[in-house]
């Protein structure tokens, strides 16, 4: 946590030192401090929770799935394993066993969590964005790409503004179709598992009547 505020601290310095240099007006000095530095700092501060989530729960579900194998080997050579005293026998084949329940239930958590929020797509686009914005500023600041036939910062930076806008509502977007898509798709889920389970209650019911 240190580290990440600390990065964001450094680029809101840095930043702001570069906006001191431009001859800008203070409205627009204001622009570029609330609007476009501030989604800077707090995509930075998405992308890289996302990443951590996205890190942590896969690095779970794939450690977790390499031991249950183990586990489940365990408990059946356990079977056959005789110890003199029984009651240390049943003891260590209780631990594995829920050893073995546990570790799955935190794997399938974990899987399930990743798959509902995201995380990894989550981190890629907002990386994606933030860099896209720290790109506009970055040639803003050094009047290059698209800001090189303008000869100071004040003439260019209505262009500028223009990207930084664009680029803010493809975020804007992006995510909305996104959480959209996530719905319709945790609604098609609910209908499959209630139509599931309405055919296993008929299939149920028949076999009842045929006895």
Same mark, same amino acid.
């Given at each position: 946590m240190v580290k990440k505020d600390s990065y964001q601290e450094f680029l809101k310095e840095d930043f702001n030192k570069l906006f001191a240099g431009m001859k800008l007006g203070d409205v627009q000095k204001h622009f570029l401090r609330s609007r476009w530095l501030d989604q800077v700092l707090w995509m930075e501060g998405k992308a890289n929770s996302s990443r951590d989530r996205h890190y942590f729960l896969r690095i779970t579900t794939i450690i977790g799935g390499v031991i249950l194998p183990a586990l489940v080997s365990l408990n059946i050579n356990t079977t056959n394993f005789k110890v003199n005293n029984i009651e240390t026998s049943t003891r260590i084949r209780d631990v594995i066993i829920w050893s073995t329940f546990g570790l799955s239930q935190i794997v399938a958590i974990s899987a399930a969590i990743e798959e509902f929020f995201h995380y990894g797509e989550?981190?890629?686009?907002?990386? @994606?964005? %933030? !860099?896209?914005?720290?790109?506009?500023?970055?040639?803003?600041?050094?009047?290059?790409?698209?800001?090189?036939?303008?000869?100071?910062?004040?003439?260019?930076?209505?262009?500028?503004?223009?990207?930084?806008?664009?680029?803010?509502? @493809?975020? %804007? !977007?992006i995510y909305a179709t996104q959480v959209i898509q996530e719905k319709k798709e945790e609604k098609q889920n609910q209908e499959d598992y209630i139509l599931l389970q309405n055919t296993k209650t008929t299939s149920l019911v028949e076999k009842k009547e045929e006895e």
């Open positions: 989550r981190w890629r686009h907002y990386r @994606r964005t %933030v !860099e896209s914005l720290k790109t506009q500023g970055w040639q803003f600041s050094q009047l290059t790409g698209p800001y090189r036939n303008y000869t100071s910062h004040e003439e260019a930076f209505n262009l500028f503004a223009d990207h930084v806008e664009d680029i803010i509502q @493809r975020d %804007v !977007e």
